[in-house]
T-cell receptor, first 113, second 117 residues
Framework: GQQLNQSPQSMFIQEGEDVSMNCTSS?????WLWYKQDPGEGPVLLIA?????ELTSNGRLTAQFGITRKDSFLNISASIPSDVGIYFC?????????????FGKGTKLSVKP | DTEVTQTPKHLVMGMTNKKSLKCEQH?????MYWYKQKAKKPPELMFV???????INESVPSRFSPECPNSSLLNLHLHALQPEDSALYLC????????????????FGNGTRLTVT
């Protein structure tokens, strides 16, 4: 089945720094999604991407749907302590039994004040 | 606040107990999902309901029994669980199942932290 490679696995950064993480796949997706999960809570949708090449922002977050449809990145600018958490990418396809999310393994972000 | 509500937030049960997890959404979504998440791992799909019908069962043991009484509610009935079933159980919903086209992103609840003793 389809698998996603998400990197880096973890990041330790200073408050105010920019962050970049990405996901790659050996096959294409119709949709890329980015979620953030805080301890003890469910994943919260950050950005949804629907078209190859699409670049979308949500506040300090920017994500892009790769032109080949096999990758996506998420950037966080000027990180703050509340950015701490685990970030998951997820790919989604349409049709048949593929119609649900494939998750990356997550990027754990730690921010030093 | 999440628009998918799960109860209870925490549950401790013995291996002979029967309990149920509940999920509710009022966004008009017609696809609902159960996921299981172990610590430091991504969520793993268990079941998908589309228009109140079970459309996907990811080879989940029969000690987990889902139920969708109506378009807003989703239950997960638990019986004779094992300690390795301890995990965070997440409910999610989307506008539609993506089986026939774009279904919209999944929105997750905050989960039920289940401990089996």
């Amino acid at each position: 089945g389809q698998q996603l490679n998400q990197s880096p696995q973890s990041m330790f950064i200073q408050e105010g720094e920019d962050v970049s993480m990405n996901c790659t796949s050996s096959s294409i997706f119709n949709t890329w999604l980015w979620y953030k999960q805080d301890p003890g809570e469910g994943p919260v949708l950050l950005i949804a991407l629907y078209k190859a090449g699409e670049l979308t922002s949500n506040g300090r977050l920017t994500a892009q749907f790769g032109i080949t449809r096999k990758d996506s990145f998420l950037n966080i600018s000027a990180s703050i302590p509340s950015d701490v958490g685990i970030y998951f990418c997820a790919g989604q396809n349409y049709g048949g039994s593929q119609g649900n999310l494939i998750f990356g393994k997550g990027t754990k972000l730690s921010v030093k004040p | 606040d999440t628009e998918v509500t799960q109860t209870p937030k925490h549950l401790v049960m013995g291996m002979t107990n029967k309990k149920s997890l509940k999920c509710e959404q009022h966004m008009g979504h017609r696809a609902m999902y159960w996921y299981k998440q172990k610590a430091k791992k991504p969520p793993e799909l268990m079941f998908v309901y589309s228009y109140e019908k079970l459309s996907i069962n990811e080879s989940v043991p029969s000690r987990f029994s889902p139920e969708c009484p109506n378009s807003s509610l989703l239950n997960l009935h638990l019986h004779a669980l094992q300690p390795e079933d301890s995990a965070l159980y997440l409910c999610a919903s989307s506008l539609r199942d993506t089986g026939q086209g774009p279904g919209g992103p999944l929105h997750f609840g905050n989960g039920t932290r289940l401990t089996v003793t």
